[in-house]
């Protein structure tokens, strides 16, 4: 039966992270945009809170850390885990992008451990806040040519190797680290490791100044001569040439709705925002007269909420599939480049229709127009995205259509 | 649900005051910060869980001792029911066996297929919304509507244009008509001979706006006068009964209108699109009309018509068929650039050619979400004006693009007749035009 509400049993939650948005991160939103690196502090106690509305939930709670793909059901349909993420964490992003990046224990390496994580990994690295670490100074969105090598050694593994753009890499307990076993293997031969903070041979060595999200850390970690316990390889140790990147892969399908939530929280700040102040200046955006027959002005206001509303429910709609055990490669996809892009046009364009006041730092338009620009590159930039749905659609290989 | 959102303020207050605490910097100093968190976490979960009991608790409480079926709790939920997945299969069958092979043709002639209005009648969509007492199925779902349109554009936009016509008519009067307005008309639509009918609302000056109508009806001893010009009505003046939209005493209404009425004449004006669906130009002199011919007039309340809704509603039908419309053209589109060679290979692995495919299928699975979102409110008598009002503002720029971009991606053959993608190029564009015109 065709539902496309926010399901009556999770609008409590909705409801708390929409005030955790107003009451917890606005009102230092500015201060930790101003303060790049600085760790907010207040966090802490917001994590201790989040923990125990997670746990008090009846499913299992909401989160990074909790992601997964349902089972199918044909007889009972799930508003699970996915759904719940995505719900909540739109409306954390509302409130601010930065400060929800660097929550702890929700980092993208918790949702790769949820993902493919055996029992015994689960009971150690479960509670552990974890980054993720792809990306390296070499490559980017094609993550099949990471170079960070993980050689086996008795019953353990020797990392070498240069990560960066590790989200909440300083900050976090644990980094999940791709590297390939074998470089003449191809992709086939990467695979991701738990490595904790602490380990010998993994160092911080710097975090980046960026254009936005400054709330949260960027880091650059290098891993020399760096030791970690075969255990802590998620997934399987064989090289398959079948499964193993694809299975690598797969935590993407759960974690790109995430990032595209996240694009429709701040999407939503600045619509809601910009409405109040065109409101204060007498200007009603009230779905009355068809666009074309009033301003530019509103047309531009209707166009950005139909947009936004697109992307919300596409963003719903790939946790749905996930939560329901629907294969959703191409929905996750669907939902991240729509709302990536939606959201950085939307943040722009209010700061455009506003003037100074879009522009300056009394209000948060601009530092919302500054953050949603990496929603639309990392997880997978909005042209790889269009890639896996074209080469979907087409039916073709990665090596037909590049 | 006073008593629960006051409870979220005291939660949200609650939220503000820990954060504040947590900053301080003495917390940091004694050591307080990680006891709080602790307290902050029990109290928490102990709070949410009694919220969560509380809601568990209201909604049975509805029940009032009387044992009602259950029904399930309201979840997200993208899956049609059986009865939708049944309709829209034989739907579907029929648009690709019965009007798919005639799309062309009747394009190229402005020419509605002969039998075409008569065999979609095994659809039985006319007489779906109709109450059983009067022979209909009872069965009005602006949901299932949607599903319809869809599936019939797909096939072709303009004929599934000309098809709706009498949906449309059937479902506003099954709607809004009172007893005897339904008990005149509703029946006609039931037998085995087809009856034609088409809303007429449109009208020809730029800037059209449904709220400020130009055709007017004034009361009259015995009932009404109506005056006007209506554009963009289908059916080539085969239809014996137009719904008119005019102002009445400040109001937008509707006039139920024999075709036979004295004053009323009908002149083909073919258009860009739409041309099988036989559109012209009806013309309403001083038409005279009875005391029953307002619709839904003597209704209760909650029965009363609803001009918003009915404009609202029109929309989504409008952009459903758009949502066909460009269904059809993806899947015309794929096998085209995966066969189409240059420079020795497949034009779809340039990433020029693919993204727009693959923006096509962003923008069709957005527009679908937007229509399914609003008819289904529309269906559980929430309000969706706002819904719908964004469905058609992302349908109307969305699908127009779409119709230029099959065109672009077909290159010098788009633009010839060998394919279908100017017609939908053509077709596309009534997006922008229309307000109203059809009915869930």
């Given amino acids: 039966m065709i539902y496309l509400e926010v399901p009556k049993k999770l609008r409590t939650l909705v409801d708390q992270a929409r005030q955790t948005a107003d009451h917890v991160f606005r009102p230092i939103s500015r201060k930790y945009d101003r303060a790049e690196h600085d760790y907010p502090i207040e966090l802490d106690m917001f994590a201790a809170i989040m923990d125990g509305m997670n746990d008090a939930l009846e499913d299992g709670g909401a989160g990074s850390g909790k992601l997964r793909q349902g089972k199918k059901d044909n007889s009972q349909i799930q508003n699970g885990i996915n759904m719940t993420t995505v719900l909540g964490l739109a409306e954390l992003c509302r409130g601010d992008v930065g400060l929800s990046l660097t929550m702890p224990r929700q980092g993208l390496g918790n949702a790769a451990i949820a993902a493919v994580a055996?029992?015994?990994?689960?009971?150690?690295?479960?509670?552990?806040?974890?980054?993720?670490?792809?990306?390296?100074?070499?490559?980017?969105?094609?993550?099949?040519?990471?170079?960070?090598?993980?050689?086996?050694?008795?019953?353990?593994?020797?990392?070498?190797?240069?990560?960066?753009?590790?989200?909440?890499?300083?900050?976090?307990?644990?980094?999940?680290?791709?590297?390939?076993?074998?470089?003449?293997?191809?992709?086939?031969?990467?695979?991701?490791?738990?490595?904790?903070?602490?380990?010998?041979?993994?160092?911080?060595?710097?975090?980046?100044?960026?254009?936005?999200?400054?709330?949260?850390?960027?880091?650059?970690?290098?891993?020399?001569?760096?030791?970690?316990?075969?255990?802590?390889?998620?997934?399987?140790?064989?090289?398959?040439?079948?499964?193993?990147?694809?299975?690598?892969?797969?935590?993407?399908?759960?974690?790109?709705?995430?990032?595209?939530?996240?694009?429709?929280?701040?999407?939503?700040?600045?619509?809601?925002?910009?409405?109040?102040?065109?409101?204060?200046?007498?200007?009603?955006?009230?779905?009355?007269?068809?666009?074309?027959?009033?301003?530019?002005?509103?047309?531009?206001?209707?166009?950005?909420?139909?947009?936004?509303?697109?992307?919300?429910?596409?963003?719903?709609?790939?946790?749905?599939?996930?939560?329901?055990?629907?294969?959703?490669?191409?929905?996750?996809?669907?939902?991240?480049a729509k709302a990536g892009r939606v959201a950085n046009d939307i943040t722009l364009k209010c700061v455009e229709l506003l003037g100074t006041v879009g522009y300056c730092e009394d209000e948060l338009l601009e530092k919302w127009a500054r953050d949603s620009k990496i929603l639309d590159i990392f997880e997978g930039t909005q042209q790889i995205q269009q890639l896996i749905i074209a080469r979907r659609l087409l039916d073709k290989s990665s090596s037909e259509l590049k | 649900m006073a008593s629960f959102s006051f409870g979220m303020k005291l939660q949200g207050l609650a939220l503000g005051l820990a954060s504040r605490?947590?900053?301080?910097?003495?917390?940091?100093?004694?050591?307080?910060?990680?006891?709080?968190?602790?307290?902050?976490?029990?109290?928490?979960?102990?709070?949410?869980?009694?919220?969560?009991?509380?809601?568990?608790?209201?909604?049975?409480?509805?029940?009032?001792?009387?044992?009602?079926?259950?029904?399930?709790?309201?979840?997200?939920?993208?899956?049609?029911?059986?009865?939708?997945?049944?309709?829209?299969?034989?739907?579907?069958?029929?648009?690709?066996?019965?009007?798919?092979?005639?799309?062309?043709?009747?394009?190229?002639?402005?020419?509605?297929?002969?039998?075409?209005?008569?065999?979609?009648?095994?659809?039985?969509?006319?007489?779906?919304?109709?109450?059983?007492?009067?022979?209909?199925?009872?069965?009005?779902?602006?949901?299932?509507?949607?599903?319809?349109?869809?599936?019939?554009?797909?096939?072709?936009?303009?004929?599934?244009?000309?098809?709706?016509?009498?949906?449309?008519?059937?479902?506003?009067?099954?709607?809004?008509?009172?007893?005897?307005?339904?008990?005149?008309?509703?029946?006609?639509?039931?037998?085995?001979?087809?009856?034609?009918?088409?809303?007429?609302?449109?009208?020809?000056?730029?800037?059209f706006n449904s709220d400020l109508l130009t055709t007017r009806a004034k009361q009259s001893r015995k009932g009404y006068i109506l005056s006007g010009i209506k554009s963009l009505v289908p059916l080539a003046g085969q239809a014996e009964l137009y719904l008119v939209a005019a102002q009445f005493k400040g109001k937008n209404e509707l006039f139920l209108v024999p075709a036979k009425a004295k004053g009323v004449s009908f002149t083909s004006t073919p258009a860009m699109g739409l041309r099988s669906a036989e559109v012209g130009t009806l013309k309403l002199d001083k038409v005279i009309l009875d005391k029953d011919a307002l619709l839904g007039s003597g209704n209760a309340q909650y029965k009363q018509f609803n001009y918003q809704q009915f404009i609202d509603s029109s929309h989504l039908s409008w952009c459903a068929m758009a949502i066909g419309c460009c269904q059809s053209a993806l899947d015309y589109l794929i096998p085209y650039v995966n066969e189409r060679f240059a420079f020795g290979e497949p034009i779809s692995h340039r990433q020029s050619v693919a993204f727009m495919i693959a923006n096509m299928k962003i923008e069709i699975e957005s527009m679908r979400l937007l229509v399914w979102k609003a008819a289904s409110r529309f269906e559980r008598g929430e309000d969706f004006h706002r819904n719908a009002f964004l469905a058609h503002h992302l349908c109307m720029e969305k699908s127009m693009e779409i119709g230029t971009n099959a065109v672009q991606l077909l290159g010098g053959h788009g633009f010839t007749k060998e394919h279908p993608a100017e017609r939908w190029y053509r077709d596309l564009r009534v997006l922008s035009i229309i307000n109203g015109g059809l009915q869930l």
């Fill in chain 1, 118 to 336: 055996n029992d015994e990994q689960l009971a150690r690295f479960g509670n552990k806040w974890a980054a993720m670490a792809i990306t390296e100074p070499g490559c980017g969105s094609d993550s099949a040519a990471v170079r960070t090598s993980a050689i086996k050694d008795g019953d353990d593994y020797i990392i070498n190797g240069e990560k960066i753009f590790v989200t909440a890499g300083e900050r976090a307990d644990a980094v999940v680290v791709w590297a390939t076993v074998d470089k003449d293997l191809g992709k086939a031969a990467i695979k991701s490791f738990v490595v904790e903070k602490g380990t010998p041979g993994m160092e911080v060595t710097r975090l980046e100044k960026k254009l936005g999200i400054k709330a949260s850390d960027t880091a650059s970690i290098s891993f020399n001569d760096c030791r970690v316990p075969r255990a802590n390889l998620l997934g399987s140790e064989e090289v398959n040439a079948d499964k193993g990147f694809s299975g690598v892969m797969q935590t993407f399908d759960n974690t790109r709705p995430v990032v595209a939530a996240m694009a429709v929280g701040v999407a939503t700040a600045s619509i809601e925002r910009t409405k109040e102040l065109l409101k204060e200046q007498g200007i009603d955006i009230d779905y009355k007269r068809p666009a074309k027959l009033g301003s530019q002005l509103t047309a531009e206001v209707y166009r950005m909420e139909a947009e936004l509303e697109a992307a919300r429910l596409l963003t719903i709609k790939a946790a749905w599939m996930a939560d329901n055990g629907q294969p959703n490669s191409i929905e996750a996809s669907i939902s991240k």
């Fill in chain 2, 21 to 207: 605490f947590a900053a301080h910097p003495l917390v940091r100093k004694y050591g307080l910060a990680k006891p709080a968190e602790k307290i902050a976490y029990i109290s928490t979960k102990k709070g949410f869980q009694l919220i969560q009991k509380g809601l568990a608790k209201k909604s049975q409480g509805n029940k009032n001792g009387i044992k009602a079926l259950p029904s399930p709790p309201p979840l997200f939920d993208l899956t049609l029911t059986d009865e939708q997945q049944m309709i829209r299969d034989s739907v579907k069958s029929f648009a690709e066996h019965n009007i798919r092979p005639l799309a062309l043709a009747a394009d190229e002639q402005a020419k509605l297929p002969e039998s075409l209005l008569q065999d979609s009648q095994e659809l039985g969509l006319n007489y779906f919304s109709i109450p059983e007492s009067l022979g209909g199925a009872g069965q009005l779902s602006p949901m299932t509507s949607v599903l319809v349109a869809e599936d019939l554009a797909w096939a072709d936009f303009s004929l599934a244009f000309a098809i709706l016509a009498s949906t449309s008519v059937t479902n506003t009067i099954s709607r809004w008509g009172n007893k005897t307005q339904q008990a005149l008309w509703l029946p006609k639509f039931c037998t085995e001979t087809n009856f034609n009918a088409a809303i007429a609302l449109q009208e020809p000056q730029p800037l």
